[in-house]
């Protein structure tokens, strides 16, 4: 359900832009994340950092998108958001003892520290392939074959990532927990 709710804005964009164009979907994205973080806040009292930077940036790189209109600088939102995370989560490699993975998850999972910085590698990778390839997509296609890849591309590629990320964990604690002289 809260990957629902994480992808909300994403899929707005995408109806509001077949619906009307990429200025409403621009409206449409600023105001759905705006009222995101506003409920999030006050159900939980808190708003996640990565919630709040790519929130920020809808606001201000829609806002000049509206203004100028100019649809480039909404098109370059996913790449600089992934930019920050990617950035973010390797720093956390080598800042604090946790990374920003373990931080997420690691209330779910019990997991070594090595294998704990392997899945937040996996992160990186995954925000780093996300920013070059909403690039190349901006600089190489239409707005309508953005537009999908933005909505399907992002949603697709995370979903893989977490899943191959559940299997990683599935594969690793079950070696762990193997006896002795068994299996692997």
């Known amino acids: ?10 899929l707005v964009f995408f109806g509001v832009y077949f619906t009307f164009d990429i200025y409403a979907a621009t409206a449409a994205i ?13 159900i939980k009292r808190t708003v996640s950092k990565m919630l709040l930077i790519s929130g920020s940036l809808v606001v201000v790189l829609g806002s000049v998108t509206l203004m ?26 080598f800042i604090g003892t946790k990374t920003l993975t373990e931080r997420i998850m690691g209330h779910v999972v019990e997991a070594p520290a090595a294998l704990w910085r392997q899945l937040n590698l996996m ?11 909403n690039l190349y997509v901006v600089y190489n ?22 899943i191959a990320q559940a299997v ?15 299996g692997h």
């Open 1 to 10: 359900m809260q990957m629902l709710v994480d992808f909300l804005p994403v």
């Open 30 to 42: 600023i105001a759905v994340m705006t009222i995101q973080i506003a409920v999030t806040w006050l």
């Open 68 to 93: 100028l209109r100019e649809p480039l600088f909404i098109q370059l939102k996913l790449t600089v958001v992934n930019g920050l995370f990617a950035a973010a989560f390797l720093g956390s490699h």
């Open 123 to 133: 992160w990186v990778a995954n925000f780093l392939i996300l920013g070059l390839a």
């Open 141 to 162: 296609y239409d707005m309508d074959t953005w537009t999908i890849f933005k909505t399907a591309g992002t949603i697709g590629f995370t979903l893989l990532t977490a």
């Open 168 to 182: 990683w964990i599935a594969i690793r604690t079950s070696e762990k927990e193997a006896p002795e002289g068994e």
